[in-house]
């Protein structure tokens, strides 16, 4: 008989909003239309695979822990740094096992064990995810910067300061002396500016 999967059926309508789960804390920097939690997610679990390659841990994953570090959002909502000083953050441990309650339990157990090494912060894959979140965090801010987002620098150097890799450091000096349409000039043969 095969496995019930009702409740991973409902799991993945329940991903699906955070495809319309605004990142509230550009708000405070005046964006009006924030990039929701799918997109930067999307962005971090590609940034991690490519970190991860350059520090030889496992770049797959390192993707697959990002793709999961901030599903619990469809729970929470994306609770921004000044929102977490006035209201108790979620355990994302807790949040992710009440989210797979019911699914098989190879699937359940591989999920828990993804968000809890995630949040252990101690394998190189992990550290890896994490320092894609910052770095993704400090891209987004970079072109919000580009759109007329003067705000955004604080997200900028907040998030530049909080990297851990060698490879994140580097890469975050990289977009710093580039622009948003650096790649563009390059993959038309354009002169590059500097």
């Given at each position: 008989m095969a496995e019930d999967l009702s409740a991973?059926?409902?799991?993945?309508?329940?991903a699906g909003t955070l495809k319309h789960t605004r990142r509230t804390g550009w708000w405070m920097a005046g964006v009006r239309d924030?990039?929701?939690?799918?997109?930067h997610a999307w962005r971090t679990s590609l940034i991690a695979s490519v970190i991860a390659k350059?520090?030889?841990a496992d770049p797959a994953r390192a993707a697959l822990l990002a793709?999961?570090?901030d599903s619990q959002e469809t729970r929470t909502g994306d609770v921004n740094y000044l929102g977490r000083k006035y209201a108790p953050q979620a355990d994302p441990q807790a949040v992710t096992a009440d989210q797979v309650a019911g699914m098989p339990e190879a699937l359940a157990s591989a999920v828990r064990e993804l968000v809890a090494e995630y949040e252990a912060k101690e394998s190189p894959e992990a550290v890896c995810?994490?320092?894609?979140?910052k770095l993704e965090c400090m891209?987004?801010?970079?072109?919000?910067k580009e759109q007329g987002y003067?705000?955004?620098?604080?997200?900028?150097?907040?998030?530049?300061d909080r990297l851990v890799t060698d490879t994140a450091k580097r890469l975050a000096e990289e977009l710093l002396g580039q622009n948003g349409l650096a790649w563009l000039r390059?993959?038309?043969?354009?002169k590059q500016d500097g």
């Open positions: 991973v059926a409902r799991f993945l309508y329940e924030p990039e929701s939690v799918a997109e350059l520090e030889n793709v999961w570090h995810a994490r320092d894609a979140d891209l987004q801010g970079l072109e919000y003067g705000n955004a620098q604080r997200w900028v150097d907040n998030s530049r390059a993959a038309l043969g354009e």
